[in-house]
């Protein structure tokens, strides 16, 4: 059998692709895979920041037509890439084990000796986040953010550019880590500080909802902790209907069955801060539950568009509301008022 994969056209795709190719061959090793390269709206509009662009599958639409019309069988995304509600007919078959969730600073040679609180008043500190603008803002006033587009490579040309204006630049930790650039790091961002995106640092495997032969394909990748960690988060986002447009981030733990997530809201001069912690203990089986395959006349039960695979459905319906109940402690502490405020200013600035 041969399966057919969508990725998209740049490096650090290709490596996430042949990653979870290569985790597949160890239980599949008689299938053949083929790789189909794409770009998507979202790499080829690098003029505008991702919140005044204003659509939510920037990076998605173009991969899941090919999805819809049988051309392949699944996609590889970053996990934070994804929107929390897909299109109907699409499911994520799959979230693999999370690499580093943080957030890291790379620092232009000029700076490669400090950090950003050691940066001189009035450095230019790059990225495209809203959430990372906003906590920069906050916790660094004394540097000035500005927005910078493209790949990995591009934005590492920007900063490496000696007339360019950028000190440093912030990524996700994962994508350096995954390109084996490790060295590039300058420091990481310690969640307890900096929170990160929903999803940041994990690989979710896109497929059709009803796929049975896919989804039974995909089920052994699941990861366990990565795949309540993240319905919880994503659960969090969905309810408070946040994204590229406001900035919004989290982090999270699970611990000895103990769930536990932060999550917060900004203005987008980070000067207002809607801010709440909860925990949960979740009911997680020794055994990892039914794979799809068993059930192949249902239609498979979504948590956050997440397919349960060999994950407990009751692990993930308590990691799901957790995340709900944050939403909505922050949602009683005016975050969407917060939300709608920074929206309206990024529309009113087009």
């Keep these: 059998d041969k399966v057919n994969i969508y990725f998209k056209l740049f ?69 934070k890439d994804l929107p929390t509600s897909l299109p109907e007919g699409m499911a994520l078959g799959a979230i693999l084990k999370r690499e580093d969730p943080r957030d890291a600073v790379v620092m232009s040679k000029k700076h ?15 990225t495209s986040s809203l959430r990372r603008s906003a906590q920069l803002s906050r916790n660094m006033p004394h540097l000035k953010v500005e927005n910078i587009r493209g790949n990995l490579n591009t934005r590492l040309k920007k900063l490496d550019n000696e007339d360019g204006p950028f000190a440093a630049i912030i990524l996700a930790a994962a994508g350096l880590k995954r390109m084996n650039w490790e060295d590039r790091i300058s420091q990481l961002l310690e969640s307890e500080e900096t929170l990160y995106a929903v999803g940041q640092g994990a690989l979710g495997v896109e497929c059709r909802e009803s796929d049975w032969k896919i989804l039974s ?56 801060l809607v801010k709440d912690t909860l925990r949960s203990k979740l009911y ?45 402690s922050l949602i009683e502490k005016n975050a969407l008022d917060v939300m709608t405020e920074a929206r309206n200013e990024i529309l009113n600035s087009k």
């Design 112 to 126: 490669k000796d400090k950090t950003l609180s050691t940066l001189p008043e009035g450095s230019v500190i790059g």
């Design 11 to 79: 490096q650090l795709a290709l490596i996430q692709t042949r990653h979870v190719i290569q985790c597949l061959k160890e239980f599949h090793p008689k299938m053949d895979f083929e790789i189909v390269t794409m770009s998507t709206k979202g790499d080829k509009i690098l003029d505008k920041s991702l919140p005044k662009i204003g659509e939510k599958s920037l990076f998605t639409e173009e991969l899941e037509l090919a999805l819809e019309n049988g051309r392949v069988d699944f996609v590889v995304h970053s996990l």
């Design 217 to 272: 394909l995909l089920e052994p990748l699941y990861d366990v902790e990565t795949t309540l960690r993240c319905v919880c988060e994503r659960s969090f986002l969905k309810t408070l209907g946040g994204g590229c447009s406001a900035p919004v981030a989290v982090s999270s733990t699970l611990m000895d069955k103990d769930l536990t997530i932060t999550g917060a809201v900004w203005s987008l001069d980070g000067q207002e």
């Design 284 to 328: 997680i089986p020794d055994d990892d539950g039914e794979p799809p395959k068993k059930c192949p006349y249902r239609e498979p039960q979504l948590y956050c568009s997440v397919v349960p695979g060999k994950v407990s459905s009751i692990s993930l319906l308590g990691a799901k509301q957790l995340g709900k109940d944050l939403a909505k």
